[in-house]
């Protein structure tokens, strides 16, 4: 099976934009989390999705926001981009809710 | 409040020895305790996981020990090789009701 696929791989934003990352999950699995990890703070939880409906939510403001699709794809937006929004952006995919989670290389965000 | 905490933040390990991380949590309604090991530029990758049911979980030369009394785990990589140098996470969730809870890391480094 092929594994989580990300895209775009690399990202360069300003401030002030906005942005949307995509993740397509392993064939079958349904739940698609997304996480944020920074050298700081990180692997810290952003949210997850499971049959299109948002199960959890992290501490991160409302500039980030996701949404999944019928076939389990999941994208991920996030506005008015801050510096502090440099990161890696990992989706992770899960055959269900609570299941192991098996992560994709990752969007690696750049906001200048 | 950091949730769960790794140590130790690095480690250098001789070929051919073993290689000790540990963690410890703080919510015991923790009931799902993964490993994740991570190469420069690629996402976490599952390694092996562990419930409070067993105190011990084998795979191959990857070993979880876990003390559900103390709150704490330990992931012992036996006869360490120079391939196992990469960042390992430790990680906790509660029935898949907020994401993984990560520790900060373990940077690992098998000298030949």
């Known amino acids: 099976k092929a594994g989580v696929t990300q895209t775009p791989r690399y990202l360069i934003k300003t401030r002030g934009q906005q942005v949307t990352l995509s993740c397509s999950p392993i064939s079958g699995h349904r739940s698609v989390s997304w996480y944020q990890q920074t050298p700081g703070q990180g692997l810290q939880f952003l949210f997850e999705y499971f049959s299109e409906t948002q199960r959890n939510k992290g501490n991160f403001p409302g500039r980030f926001s996701g949404r999944q699709f019928s076939n389990s794809r999941s994208e991920m937006n996030v506005s008015t981009l801050e510096l502090g929004d440099s990161a890696l952006y990992l989706c992770a995919s899960s055959p269900a809710w609570g299941d192991e989670q098996y992560f994709g290389p990752g969007t690696r965000l750049t906001v200048t | 409040q950091q949730q769960v905490k790794q140590s130790p933040q690095s480690l250098i390990v001789q070929k051919g020895g073993i290689s000790i991380i540990n963690c410890a949590y703080e919510?015991?309604?923790?009931?799902?305790f993964p490993w994740y090991q991570q190469f420069p530029g690629k996402g976490p990758a599952l390694l092996i996981a562990?419930?409070?049911?067993?105190s011990e979980k084998k795979e191959g030369r990857f070993t979880i020990s876990f003390n559900k009394s103390a709150k704490q785990f330990s992931l012992h990589i036996m006869d360490s090789q120079p391939g196992d140098s990469a960042t390992y996470f430790c990680?906790?969730?509660?029935?898949?009701?907020?994401?993984?809870?990560f520790g900060k890391g373990t940077h690992l480094i098998i000298q030949p």
């Open positions: 990680a906790a969730d509660r029935g898949g009701a907020d994401g993984l809870t």
């Open positions: 919510n015991t309604a923790f009931d799902y």
């Open positions: 562990i419930r409070p049911d067993v």
